[in-house]
């Protein structure tokens, strides 16, 4: 998981390559995973899901900290410790370990697990803004709150789309049999990890 494969290959690095990655998965996916997932290429992922990660975690940790320099900063820089070095890591192959059990059990030609990877990495593209909208779901009323839960569903389920849609494209299947073998992932993946279900609920 931490291969930097050749630069021809996979998609571009550094800071502009994962901005420029975040666009095309989000504008472009199909030339995307047609064109920036590779063999072996686990690492420039890993670090796409990391940043997405920690971009979603920062508002609610800068939120719960009140902007205090207390023990609760102390306390919000080792959950985004963790969710760098541990959580992101284990969870995506895990997730990307449920969605290979799923193809296998629907698609027994298909790509590698490290493809599997990287496109639920930035299949996550879209949660990035989730922090916010549980912040603004979390702290106000109304309007505010409303349109925060209504951007949060929607981030998630694109996520959710981008996921189906990524995994027919990298493993070369059909949208039934990818969404076959990435529902359970799905679930888990944006309807807890990234908090869809809390959405929908304080919609309702």
Known sequence: MTTWIDASGGRERGVAGTITA?????FAPREFFTSAISTGDQAPGLTFAITV???AALPRVLADSGGS???KVLEGLLVLLLIAVFVTPVGLHLVAALETVGLLAVEPDRAG???TVQLIAYAIAPCAVTGVCAVLVATTEGVLATMGALIWVLATSYGAVL???GTAIVHETSIARAT???LVPAVILFGY???ARTAIMAIL
């Not at 975040?22 to 989000?26: E, G, S």
């Open 53 to 55: 990660s920690l971009i």
């Open 163 to 165: 996921l189906v849609y």
């Open 22 to 26: 975040w666009a095309r998965v989000l």
């Open 180 to 182: 076959i073998s990435a």
């Open 69 to 71: 320099l207390d023990a």
């Open 193 to 195: 990890v990234f908090g």
């Open 113 to 115: 697990v490290s493809q």
